[in-house]
């Protein structure tokens, strides 16, 4: 069956950086996309970047343009989230997401989530 791990979440200060992976078994990365969503308290999931499965290209949230970066394996398919100049809002549970597309409304399988917490 269809299973996504992620890893790679924890504590890090103000202005650090963390990499987050996913893991997907039972799918491969060719055929499916790959998005990060997060969800702080108070606040509704946020959509916070997407790789594609045909042309590898990527897609941000404004809040993370410049300061995240979305990458994929295809031969271990496994996605990497690197994370830099970390601020206390990007505090929030992470998890993975695989759809068809990333324009895809629809995203059939979900990771359990990892915390990211940026605290001093």
């Known amino acids: 069956q269809v299973q996504l791990v992620e890893s790679g979440g924890g504590l890090v200060q103000p202005g650090g950086s963390l990499r987050l992976s996913c893991a997907a078994f039972?799918?491969?990365?060719?055929?499916?996309?790959i998005a990060w969503f997060r969800q702080a308290p108070g606040k509704e999931r946020e959509g916070v970047s997407c790789i594609s499965a045909n042309d590898g290209s990527t897609e941000y949230a404004d809040s993370v343009k410049d300061r995240f970066t979305i990458s994929k394996d295809n031969a271990e398919n496994t996605v990497y989230l690197q994370m830099n100049s970390l601020k206390p809002e990007d505090t929030a549970v992470y998890h993975c997401a695989a759809a068809f597309d990333c324009g895809d409304p629809t995203y059939d399988y979900w990771g359990q989530g990892t915390q990211v917490t940026v605290s001093s």
């Open positions: 039972g799918l491969t990365l060719d055929y499916y996309a």
